[in-house]
């Protein structure tokens, strides 16, 4: 079975900047695009952002673009999400997710992580 | 953006209820439609896709249908781990967006 495990998360001050990661095994990942899905305590979810199975093509939710960035790195088997000039409203719960294809126009999110939780306070 | 207005958004319902969530979508989608659960603490998980394909290893009690612009997840009989938060999703263009969600009680 697949499995998507996210580290990285912790409490950051405003304008701060983190780094999550989402390692992945019993999957090859550069079959496969990736997206990162947040969700807000108590709220619901989210898309942030998708990159494609090679790598060369990414989309980002307006809320985040030109501060978050995300790549992946298929040899590592790992996906990456830079947040940087985070604010109090991207305080959530960060989870990657296996799209159902490679590129970024996949449909659906078929794997999940278990999260990684991000606290935005001063 | 595809705006996602699910409906009702929380329901009480007893173990053997048929429980039926709907989701209508702000423009037309063809049958981009998907189905996740949620529980408490928990990351969701992927029950249906493109509206009424039932993902691998997802009971049979869980069906979906609709097309266009309307869509139900229906559960033919209510078991107790079938408690949870469920969000629709359409997946027809970019950004992906969600429903508010549903979350099934226990009455």
């Known amino acids: 079975e697949v499995q998507l495990l996210e580290s990285g998360g912790g409490l950051v001050q405003p304008g701060g900047s983190l780094r999550l990661s989402c390692a992945a095994s019993r999957l090859t990942l550069n079959n496969y695009a990736m997206s990162w899905v947040r969700q807000a305590p108590g709220k619901g979810l989210e898309w942030v952002s998708v990159i494609s199975g090679s790598g060369g093509s990414t989309s980002y939710a307006d809320s985040v673009k030109g501060r978050f960035t995300i790549s992946r790195d298929n040899s590592k088997n790992t996906l990456y999400l830079q947040m940087n000039s985070l604010r109090a409203e991207d305080t959530a719960v960060y989870y990657c997710?296996?799209?159902?294809?490679?590129?970024?126009?996949?449909?659906?999110?078929?794997?999940w992580g278990q999260g990684t939780l991000v606290t935005v306070s001063s | 953006d595809i705006q996602m207005t699910q409906s009702p958004s929380s329901l009480s319902a007893s173990v053997g209820d048929r429980v039926t969530i709907t989701c209508r979508t702000s423009?037309?989608?063809?049958?981009?439609l998907n189905w996740y659960q949620q529980k408490p603490g928990k990351a969701p998980k992927l029950l249906i896709f493109?509206?009424?394909s039932l993902q691998s290893g997802v009971p049979s009690r869980f069906s979906g249908s609709g097309s266009g612009t309307d869509f139900t997840l229906t559960i033919s009989s209510l078991q107790p781990e079938d408690f949870a938060t469920y969000y629709c999703q359409q997946g027809y263009s970019s950004p992906l967006t969600f429903g508010g969600g549903t979350k099934v009680e226990i009455k």
């Open positions: 423009q037309s989608i063809s049958i981009y």
């Open positions: 493109a509206a009424s």
């Open positions: 997710a296996k799209m159902e294809g490679a590129a970024i126009s996949s449909e659906f999110f078929e794997h």
